[in-house]
């Protein structure tokens, strides 16, 4: 059975930082493009970050280039968000999502992936 599994949010301080991490079970990370996505309730699905094992890093949306780093830990099967000088725009329903590629392609980052993590709440306050 395919399953991300997203874990890390939480209630946190603006300017502060926090790790979210994607665990990935019934397949191998290393053939697939990552792309972590987040959503605020009401407002459209924003793709944030997409990460390959080919390219690494090769998408950062301008909101949070310079804040955000995403790295991927093949051995382990998990890819990471790390998340520092977090505003209260940040805040939002995290989620991670795979699909079969050696490249990341715009159609990714707007939502075209195969398998989807349930998604974790990270919450900044002023």
């Known amino acids: 059975e395919v399953r991300l599994v997203e874990s890390g949010g939480g209630l946190v301080q603006a300017g502060r930082s926090l790790l979210l991490s994607c665990a990935a079970s019934?397949?191998?990370?290393?053939?697939?493009?990552i792309v972590w996505f987040r959503q605020v309730p009401g407002k459209e699905r924003e793709g944030i970050i997409c990460?390959?094992?080919?390219?690494?890093?090769?998408y950062y949306a301008d909101s949070v280039k310079g804040r955000f780093t995403a790295s991927r830990d093949n051995a382990e099967n998990t890819v990471y968000l790390q998340m520092n000088s977090l505003k209260p725009d940040d805040t939002a329903v995290y989620y991670c999502?795979?699909?079969?590629?050696?490249?990341?392609?715009?159609?990714?980052?707007?939502?075209?992936?195969?398998?989807w993590g349930k998604g974790t709440v990270v919450t900044v306050s002023q």
């Open positions: 019934g397949f191998t990370l290393d053939d697939y493009v």
């Open positions: 999502a795979a699909t079969r590629s050696w490249y990341c392609q715009a159609t990714m980052i707007r939502g075209d992936m195969d398998y």
């Open positions: 990460t390959s094992s080919t390219d690494g890093s090769s």
